[in-house]
């Protein structure tokens, strides 16, 4: 029975999903089904997500873009509803200044309240010059500033992880004004991946990964799907020294950057 392959390509990751698809035709065996219990579909919910994240951030950010953590005043900590209102005109300001260095700006945010000091983390796009994390700094007024940069590799599973799994609660609070676990600006590039319907009945159990490249053990997941048919999953990561060239194009990107001082 054919199966249909996913390839996301990014400039040093390559992600790919294998799948039966039984419309396709006959003979493949299929499992029987089982419903997943309330935890595992918990689970199942939660990879789901920190898997869309992690692609949005590899589609839309470089290695060096903007890791910035925006922090309150002790003595001026606001409720969630007026930090969110503090947020929206932080952004607007550096929308604005970006602009003014003719560049648009991208983000990804997420406010964390629950049992902690109120605050937000951002991934942000930098500026050609590279002075975005200094300009980001100076526009925020409402208290603390502490920047890093997006892995050098461009490995944003841990980070995608961290944003999903420390708003498990507070997404869920009817008092969020966000209503979700993070916020992205609307200029964000949605990845869409390589589509083949490989002829094929079956693949190994650990792939071969292509030159230039090893396999990420840790990712590796075979499985059966909802409906009873089997499932891979896995990541292959650009060995050290090989060449950075990027794979085929998920939306635009920056040319060469120019070194940080």
């Not at 001026?76 to 005109?89: I, M, Q, T, Y």
């Not at 983390?121 to 100076?138: F, M, R, V, Y």
């Not at 590799?153 to 969020?176: C, H, M, W």
């Not at 230039?212 to 990561?237: A, M, P, T, V, W």
Request: hydrophobic content about 25%; some cysteine.
């Amino acid at each position: 029975m054919p199966y249909v392959k996913k390839t996301y390509r990014y400039k040093n990751v390559i992600e790919v999903e294998r799948v039966h698809a039984g419309r396709m035709g006959t003979g493949g065996r299929r499992e029987k089904r089982r419903m997943p219990t309330p935890e595992e579909m918990e689970k199942i919910n939660e990879r789901n997500v920190i898997r869309k994240l992690r692609r949005l951030i590899h589609a839309n950010f470089e290695p060096e873009d903007i890791w910035l953590t925006l922090t309150y005043r002790r003595e001026n900590r606001p409720e969630p509803g007026e930090a969110e209102k503090e947020l929206r005109r932080y952004l607007n300001r550096i929308r604005t200044a970006w602009r003014k260095q003719g560049t648009e700006l991208k983000y990804i945010v997420v406010t964390e309240y629950m049992n902690k000091a109120i605050h937000h983390h951002l991934i942000l796009n930098d500026l050609p010059n590279c002075a975005g994390a200094k300009l980001a700094a100076q526009k925020w007024k409402a208290g603390g500033t502490h920047c890093k940069f997006l892995y050098e590799d461009g490995q944003y599973e841990l980070l995608a992880s961290y944003i999903v799994k420390e708003t498990n609660k507070s997404f869920r609070d009817p008092e969020n004004p966000a209503k979700c676990r993070y916020n992205r600006s609307r200029n964000l590039v949605e990845p869409q991946p390589e589509r083949r319907v490989m002829k094929r009945d079956d693949w190994p159990e650990e792939p071969r990964p292509p030159k230039g490249f090893y396999l990420e053990k840790d990712s590796l997941h075979n499985s059966i799907n909802r409906l009873g048919y089997k499932y891979q999953y896995y990541r292959l990561l650009r060995l050290p020294g090989e060449s950075k060239g990027k794979g085929k194009g998920h939306g635009d990107k920056r040319g060469k950057r120019k070194d940080k001082p």
